[in-house]
């Protein structure tokens, strides 16, 4: 991939030794610098809307609005080091508008739209044990995940 695959408003730096990209074609891009190595996540069939490294584990979860396509899985987690797709989550017509994780890497939340129902959640995983808590919402949710998790530092 080259310069001209970025989309420039979806830079990441997840760390000091790595770059990442998420692409319009929903594919989840990282450079890791050090080792001058590539690593593509490629599954979402449509706008990406996060990516982030499951910290305390070898997992990283993207989100995207794969449900306007009525496909599964617009919440993905996948092996860091393989790439290879661990777990596909939320169902058709279903779409993630923000991800976050816990400074301790034990929960994963994410707001969740059911566009057609006009339902939003607030999803929870328990990245320890794979319980999954939905919290229903009045309005939809967009940028109340991150500062939730940031309390509970």
Not at 78 to 104: M, R
Not at 126 to 140: I, K, Q
Request: glycine residues 8%; contains cysteine.
């Amino acid at each position: 991939f080259g310069a001209e695959d970025l989309d420039p408003y979806a830079l990441l730096y997840p760390s000091e030794e790595e770059v990442a990209s998420l692409t319009m074609e929903g594919s989840f891009v990282a450079w890791n610098l050090e080792a001058r190595a590539t690593q593509v996540l490629e599954g979402h069939g449509n706008t990406l809307r996060g990516a982030l490294p499951v910290t305390g584990t070898d997992l990283i979860a993207t989100a995207a609005w794969d449900g306007l396509n009525g496909k599964r899985g617009a919440l993905r987690l996948w092996d860091a080091d393989s790439g290879e797709l661990v777990a596909t989550c939320l169902e058709p017509g279903q779409i993630v508008n923000e991800l976050a994780v816990s400074p301790d890497g034990h929960t994963l939340a994410a707001t969740v739209s059911r566009l057609s129902e006009n339902v939003h959640e607030l999803l929870l995983v328990d990245t320890l044990d794979g319980r999954v808590t939905h919290l229903a919402a009045e309005d939809r949710l967009m940028s109340v995940v991150s500062r939730l998790l940031r309390r509970t530092r």
